[in-house]
């Protein structure tokens, strides 16, 4: 097997990113704000598991945990995939052009509560999609269930069932893994394209970016949070474009904590990579979809998946190096990971025809969750973006 580093690579057939990037952070001294002691387990209450016809093990987040949560007034819906259903959150006029909201590892749709108002007063009919093990969607508790092409499929099927058309799509994180891969495959499906700190890794089939985690199902408390030292309000990571102080952290590291650690919980990395301090109810929304580690394996396998995508890409990619309708980039400029880079950003500007004279920006005060930190702003953009570049 080939492992290769966290570091991105450049040729003339093609640009070629690791996801190493994903949470790949500069470490400071401070102490961390994870929602749990590192010597405490998460608690375990009695937990339903139900089984599809297919004999596929899942679990469902009982709807009281997602009652009151501020800032999310929103009922899920579902689509039913599999025998698992599918969640999403919509607002807005349903004869509104569409707008797609897809979020990364470990947020949900939740993330998308500063947006989603503004996109809707808009007059736009928005869509914010859980992923299949991810906030309101159901939770199959094998991690070999979940596969980066599976949640490919499971997004164009989700497409498919609510026959959306002519959608503009915003994407981050793992959203862009998956929702670009789609786009690049299907670019007919497609309005406008918007991505915010994401990108489509093209990897070599054969190559194995980073080991796989051993024993992935045997908890390890010594492990130890790889943003350990970020504290609630973000330092300066870069001076413009370039990283300020710190090494180069390992992803492996990342993957072997969200899979095996007993404290990992969602909270604690979106208060790492958000620009702000988030309020501690913000932050226990976060980890609402997930009352004990039996409803986790989605969240704590995402990372992993990075193995899965080499050999993959390549026709999406080459899509992108095709798509001529409007495409724009809204970064953070505090991004701690080497997605957060403008070397990611030009590469997107640089690859795709549609990226041309469009308003790409670099938003200040922003991390890696920048629709936690700056929603309203970047909705407003997505607003100015649609209307610039109306529909033939």
Known sequence: MTYLPSRFYHSSASFIVLVGALFVLILAGCSSSSALDDDEEPENPAAEILTTAEGVEYVRTPDEHF????????????????????????????????????????SWSYLYRKMIPVLAEAGHRVIAMDHVGMGQSDKPIDIDYYSYLGHIDRLERFIQALGLQDITMFVQDWGSLIGLHVAGTHPEWFARLAVGDGMLPVIPAGVVPFPPVQNPDELDASLTAPFLGIPPQQPAFYDGCEPLGGGEGFFGDWMAYAMKSPTFTAGEVLEALTFFDLPDEEEAAYDAPFPSRLYMAGPRTFPS???????????AWAGLGSYEKPFITIWATNDPGNLGGCEVQQALIDHVPGAEAQAHVRLPESSHFLQDDQGEEIAQRLNAFIDANPQP
């Open 67 to 106: 009652a009151n949560l501020p800032g999310f007034p929103y009922t899920a819906q579902y689509v039913e995939i599999d025998g698992l259903r599918q969640a999403y959150v919509e607002a807005g006029p349903a004869d509104g052009e569409v707008v797609l909201l897809l979020h990364g590892q470990p």
């Open 305 to 315: 998946l990075i193995n899965d995508v080499p050999g993959q890409n390549d026709d």
